[in-house]
């Protein structure tokens, strides 16, 4: 079980961090990615991280700009957001797979809920 949260109404410019909390015993062998969907467009990848935390992936338009990291004792993986631009509005989704820190959302069978980030201009 993923539980997603942290989203918000921002303007143009400002932070947000998300936050997924997992339950069970073995969130620290499970690659997790970070994906959001805006209104009318596919889900994307935004950001992945693999179970250590030492293989990282960004998708180019959140480059230099979100942070993804995580806390294995914790059992919660993080995503923080800077600088954010009304294109970054969307549902953010917080998702788990076994294995490596994959691109596509086909690859992963574990899903939170979803949390909405609007940012206005």
């Known amino acids: 079980q993923l539980q997603a949260s942290g989203g918000g109404l921002v303007q143009a410019g400002g932070s947000l961090r998300l936050s997924c909390a997992a339950s069970?015993?073995?969130?620290?062998?499970?690659?997790m990615g970070w994906f959001r969907q805006a209104p009318g467009k596919e889900r994307e990848f935004v950001a992945g991280?693999?179970?250590?935390?030492?293989?990282?992936y960004y998708a180019d338009s959140v480059k230099g700009r979100f942070t993804i990291s995580r806390d294995n004792a914790e059992k919660t993986v993080y995503l923080q957001m800077n600088n954010l631009q009304p294109h970054d509005t969307a549902v953010y989704y917080c998702?788990?797979?076994?294995?490596?820190?994959?691109?596509?959302?086909?690859?992963?069978?574990?899903w939170g809920q979803g949390t909405l980030v609007t940012v206005s201009s």
């Open positions: 998702a788990a797979r076994y294995g490596m820190a994959l691109r596509g959302p086909i690859e992963y069978k574990i």
């Open positions: 991280i693999s179970w250590s935390g030492s293989a990282i």
């Open positions: 069970g015993r073995t969130f620290s062998s499970y690659a």
